[in-house]
């Protein structure tokens, strides 16, 4: 054994370092945590102190276990987790399992390095309690919050256990709602924008505009009304120097933006490909709110701008985080090296890693220098201007005064137009890379080049345009933008926005998704050759990609939430408790004091929410639509255990209450009684084919077409409350002309043929399916072809266990696609990575699985033996199947 044993968090990291190392140390995983609160019980001594009960977790029990004897073998262990509170805490843990002294030595990097190793070896630690204490306060705040609130979700709405409430989750979901109900309480107004072009020298174009726009259509059309013979002159030319600086490095939150912007990727995926570009030693550590750079890493970073691009392109810049929270003593994330400019695994790894390093790189070159002008543009009016409905607005613009205008008493209309243009003079960092924008952000700082100009040019009028332009709302959030609002308020750490999007999508309070776009119409006037012209156009509003849309669960948790714990969903309040987490980890604040006057109320709030008397009746989300016009029954929409439904009648009728549940996208807050009506539309005919009706209906698979006692279903493309008689019928005879089964001959005595199902083209043998690959069609396919898919399959089922147990035959060893797994009925448990899956035994897998339980009794024995007959058939030789199969 060697002399050292270091202890880090994954394996990937371990291979990496220990050949850093050399032969007198040993480097071993611990696979993240070991020790965590058990899932089952509050696991918290609130009488004591918040004392909370730690157990080892039992998929690490072997691993702790192996640890433990190569720690006691060993003369020096070192703890080389994650430089961060979550990292300490796996390290106090692995001390506190392992049974380590209070003074082992812990190390921090930043990279992985061969330095940066080395530098930790040389100026080693011990564990940071204060830290720890941070993190086992955030970790025992969030189990008080989610063991003793969510059992109050599970009974107050009809949503079953799958409900829960969180710190940070609950505050994000709040978030989503609130933007949504803006989003459908905005009321688009329209107004009109004037656009000018004119022709200079001959053929080039120079684009100008009002600085503002015309409420009405009238106004505009004065407006261009007045313009006929009018002249147009420059009045003046402003040209000024401007510059841009680039961004800092990526933080975690600016990573997790840009790299859905430019990449499009999810907040969880850009951490998962972080985390191996960190592990292979290609970047420092991905979890992070510092914008600094090492003066080690600057310098790396002036040596290649200077080989690259050039001396003239180095300006070094040390960036001031604006997260007063943040921790500066760390770094950005950043190549270690700034040579290698393509590196990782695959192609997602290579996209994340250049990005990096363009944005570092870009952060030590030089400002780009513009030049900016700006063009005013007089109007000269010609006559009198037929303005008989002008409803003036522009109190704050230029004006002139004419003769006409002042008899009428009638406000003037604006005298200037205005044209920018941008050059970029010195391209500086922008050579590399561009900061990208959210969808809220206008791009104010992209103009075009201006032809030549000067102060009393005459300019010829090639048309003008005053085009109906609609306000928006504010986008809906998509993760990244969702991430960069939580930052922003002080809400949630580096570690904690990916895991906070996963939870309110996975608990299905959010979904992730695309919306098309709607059509509406605009007017549009045009001034050309004297004459005004009016057309209407269409244009597309309202779509988008891959946005956070609040569900009905959702909304109906969060106004639960809002309503009778509103300190847990209130922004100040989630921002302050991060606060005094930093504090605790500073050593300014007491942990156990924090939870104590944090708990106090809330459990109070707690006891009296349950309370048989406390009167509280929250009806899920119930809302009346109004009365179904035949029966004149009350109809309501509510949340219901399995989803959103509407609701014709009450239970105390008697006549039973007619159900029918939402549409995809449709809220129980926003549905009109109409569309609720048209709920109930479905089973519905369509129509005859072949002397038999077609019934549209949904059933448990989905929407779908019943014809002759079969069912077809719907594409996702098919509404089945718009489907029509021919659709009906495209559809059956699609369906039947795929099911044709065709022969290809026979093999083993038996025959193959071929055919079109629910999951594509197959081969039938033996009653026996096999798919075909994607890339081959039943068109081009063999005999030959068809027996070796065969083959490959049989292949594959043999291979498909590792170990089976006669005496449990519930339980096996499976081969699976991400490696080895144990099954135990329905229940996988995943085997660790370091364990060999051929070697275990019936109780190393009982030990794995938490299955202590006797030997099954004589009912679950008659199963086995039952399901060992099966097991027998199914795996006898070729012959042998084909005789079967004949008898």
């Not at 220990?18 to 058990?38: A, C, I, N, Q, W």
């Not at 943040?326 to 695959?346: C, K, L, S, V, Y």
């Not at 986008?475 to 922003?488: F, I, Q």
């Not at 009706?693 to 089945?720: C, E, N, Q």
Request: proline letters at 5%.
């Amino acid at each position: 054994m060697s002399k050292n044993l270091v202890i880090v968090e994954s394996p990937a990291k371990a291979k990496t370092i220990e050949g850093y190392l050399g032969k007198e140390f040993t480097v071993k995983s611990s696979f993240g945590h070991v020790r965590d609160l058990p899932k089952d019980g509050l696991a918290v001594d609130v009488a004591n102190g918040f004392r909370p009960s730690y157990e080892i977790s039992p998929d690490k029990k072997k691993l702790v276990s192996e640890l433990k004897s190569l720690a006691k073998s060993a003369d020096e262990v070192w703890l080389a987790t994650d430089d961060d509170r979550e990292g300490e805490a796996i390290s106090w843990h692995l001390k506190e399992a392992l049974g380590l002294r209070d003074n082992t030595k812990r190390i921090v990097f930043r990279e992985i390095t061969k330095n940066a190793i080395l530098n930790a070896i040389k100026s080693p630690r011990t564990i940071d309690v204060d830290l720890v204490n941070a993190q086992q306060a955030r970790r025992v705040l969030d189990r008080l919050v989610g063991y003793e609130l969510s059992p109050v979700l599970w009974r107050k709405i009809k949503g079953g256990q799958s409900l829960s409430a969180g710190r940070v989750q609950s505050v994000a979901l709040r978030l989503v709602v609130e933007r949504e109900r803006e989003i459908d309480a905005h009321s688009a107004k329209s107004s009109f924008k004037v656009t000018a072009q004119f022709i200079v020298d001959g053929n080039k174009v120079l684009n100008a505009e009002l600085p503002k726009n015309f409420p009405t259509a009238g106004d505009a059309r004065a407006f261009l009304e007045a313009c006929i013979g009018a002249t147009f002159t420059i009045r003046n030319l402003e040209t000024k120097p401007a510059k841009k600086s680039p961004a800092p490095p990526f933080t975690t939150s600016t990573l997790q933006q840009e790299a859905s912007r430019k990449l499009g990727y999810s907040v969880d995926r850009t951490m998962r490909i972080a985390q191996n570009l960190y592990e292979a030693g290609k970047i420092s550590y991905m979890r992070t709110d510092s914008t600094n750079l090492s003066q080690e890493a600057v310098d790396k970073a002036v040596a290649e701008i200077g080989t690259e691009f050039g001396q003239q392109y180095i300006q070094t810049r040390q960036f001031k985080t604006k997260n007063e929270s943040a921790q500066e003593a760390h770094e950005a994330i950043r190549p270690t090296n700034f040579n290698d400019r393509n590196a990782g695994a695959d192609r997602d790894q290579k996209r994340l890693y250049e990005l990096i390093w363009k944005r570092a790189i870009a952060s030590q070159m030089a400002d780009a220098q513009l030049e900016r002008t700006t063009v005013t543009i007089g109007i000269g009016f010609a006559g009198t201007p037929r303005t008989d409905n002008l409803v003036a607005s522009f109190d704050d613009s230029p004006f002139v005064e004419t003769p006409s205008k002042a008899q009428t008493g009638q406000k003037n209309f604006p005298t200037e137009l205005i044209a920018q243009g941008e050059v970029i003079k010195f391209d500086g960092f922008l050579k590399v890379y561009l900061e990208s924008k959210d969808d809220d952000e206008g791009d104010e700082d992209a103009k075009g080049m201006l032809p030549p100009l000067k102060i009393g040019q005459p300019l010829n009028l090639g048309q003008m345009k005053a085009t109906e332009k609609f306000t928006r709302p504010q986008p809906r959030y998509a993760e990244a933008s969702l991430v960069k609002k939580l930052e922003e308020m002080g809400i949630g750490r580096p570690s904690t926005y990916a895991p906070t999007i996963s939870t309110i999508v996975n608990r299905g309070y959010v979904i992730k998704q695309d919306k098309p776009g709607q059509e509406r119409k605009y007017t549009e006037y045009t001034l050309q050759k004297n004459q005004i012209s009016e057309t209407s156009g269409k244009e597309t509003f309202g779509s988008e990609k891959a946005k956070l849309f609040p569900t009905n669960t959702g909304i109906v948790v969060n106004d639960f939430l809002v309503e009778y714990f509103p300190d847990i969903v209130d922004y100040k309040f989630t921002a302050t408790v991060e606060k005094e987490f930093d504090e605790i980890a500073d050593g300014k604040m007491n942990w156990q004091t924090m939870l104590e006057e944090f708990y106090g109320d809330f459990h109070k709030n707690i006891e009296e929410i349950q309370g048989a008397s406390s009167g509280v009746s929250f009806k899920t989300g119930e809302r009346l639509l109004g009365a179904d016009p035949a029966t004149g029954k009350p109809v309501s929409a509510r949340l219901g255990r399995y989803g959103a439904y509407v609701q014709i009648g009450e239970a105390s009728d008697e006549e039973k209450p007619r159900f029918a549940n939402l549409r995809d996208g449709q809220l129980i807050e926003t549905i009109t009684l109409d569309e609720a009506m048209n709920l109930f539309a479905l089973p519905r005919e369509v129509g005859m084919f072949e002397d038999q009706a077609m019934t549209i209906g949904i059933g448990k698979f989905g929407p779908y077409v019943k014809h002759d006692g079969k069912y077809v279903s719907l594409t996702r493309d098919d509404d089945p409350y718009t489907v029509t008689a021919e659709r009906a019928i495209e559809l059956i005879q699609q369906k039947r002309a795929e099911s044709v089964s065709e022969s290809l001959g026979e093999f083993e005595g038996a025959l193959v043929s071929t055919g079109k199902g629910r999951f594509g083209p197959y081969v039938k043998h033996l009653d026996k399916y096999v798919s075909l690959p994607r890339n081959e069609s039943l068109a081009e396919l063999t005999l030959e072809r068809a027996v070796e898919l065969i083959q490959a399959k049989r292949q594959t089922e043999a291979n498909k266990y590792i170990k089976e147990f006669a005496e449990r035959p519930e339980i096996k060893i499976v081969n699976g696609q991400y490696g080895p797994y144990l099954a135990v009925g329905k229940r996988n448990v995943r085997i660790p990575k370091d364990v060999d899956a051929a070697t275990l035994t019936l109780d190393d897998c009982l030990k794995l699985a938490g299955d202590d339980a006797a030997p099954a009794g004589k009912a679950p024995a008659k199963k086995a033996a039952s399901t060992t007959k099966a097991k027998a058939t199914t795996t006898k030789k070729p012959a042998a199947r084909k005789a079967t199969a004949k008898k």
